[in-house]
T-cell receptor, first 114, second 113 residues
Framework: GESVGLHLPTLSVQEGDNSIINCAYS??????FIWYKQESGKGPQFIID?????DKRQGQRVTVLLNKTVKHLSLQIAATQPGDSAVYFCAENGSGGANSKLTFGKGITLSVRP | DTEVTQTPKHLVMGMTNKKSLKCEQHMGHRAMYWYKQKAKKPPELMFV???????INESVPSRFSPECPNSSLLNLHLHALQPEDSALYLCASSQDGRFYGYTFGSGTRLTVV
């Protein structure tokens, strides 16, 4: 079946370094992707999104890259801070249409070392 | 207002109890969702309401009963739950079924005893 997955379950980075979180998706019909950050005890927080007609989108300290050829999505966080420590999920909108579903990847824990 | 508000934040209920979870948004979003999230797992979709009509039920047991009284409110009625139903229940909303502006609430931490 279709799935969205992450390559690594945990990522540990030094404060101030850049972080790269990767995500593989398998539904070639997906045309919208979202990255979420979830801190302990809270709901997922929207970070950045990208539509399939784009390869790259930048926000404040974050960049999302989309490679449709290999069905790969990545989130880059510049100058990682302790407040970036959380679980990160990628999500895709599946086959599209009014009843399409937002499917989440497994999640990766980002741990920032001081 | 750019928030999805869920109440209560925490709920402990017995297996014979009846309780309700509430969700509210005032962003004019026309799609609302219920998700269940177990520890260290991604959210799992339960129900989707689009323009106040149930459009997706992910084969959820009947002990969970959703209700959408109006475009701003979403309820989840709980009855005869099992301990394995203990989880974080998340509500979300989006502008429409295309997920743009998709926003989650902070969730209700449910414990069934």
């Amino acid at each position: 079946g279709e799935s969205v997955g992450l390559h690594l379950p945990t990522l540990s980075v030094q404060e101030g370094d850049n972080s790269i979180i990767n995500c593989a998706y398998s539904n070639s019909a997906s045309d919208y992707f979202i990255w979420y950050k979830q801190e302990s005890g809270k709901g997922p927080q929207f970070i950045i999104d990208i539509r399939s007609n784009m390869d790259k989108r930048q926000g404040q300290r974050v960049t999302v890259l989309l490679n449709k050829t290999v069905k790969h999505l990545s989130l880059q966080i510049a100058a990682t801070q302790p407040g970036d420590s959380a679980v990160y999920f990628c999500a895709e909108n599946g086959s599209g249409g009014a009843n399409s579903k937002l499917t989440f990847g497994k999640g990766i824990t980002l741990s920032v070392r001081p | 207002d750019t928030e999805v508000t869920q109440t209560p934040k925490h709920l402990v209920m017995g297996m014979t109890n009846k309780k309700s979870l509430k969700c509210e948004q005032h962003m004019g979003h026309r799609a609302m969702y219920w998700y269940k999230q177990k520890a260290k797992k991604p959210p799992e979709l339960m129900f989707v309401y689009s323009y106040e009509k149930l459009s997706i039920n992910e084969s959820v047991p009947s002990r969970f009963s959703p209700e959408c009284p109006n475009s701003s409110l979403l309820n989840l009625h709980l009855h005869a739950l099992q301990p394995e139903d203990s989880a974080l229940y998340l509500c979300a909303s989006s502008q429409d079924g295309r997920f743009y502006g998709y926003t989650f609430g902070s969730g209700t931490r449910l414990t069934v005893v």
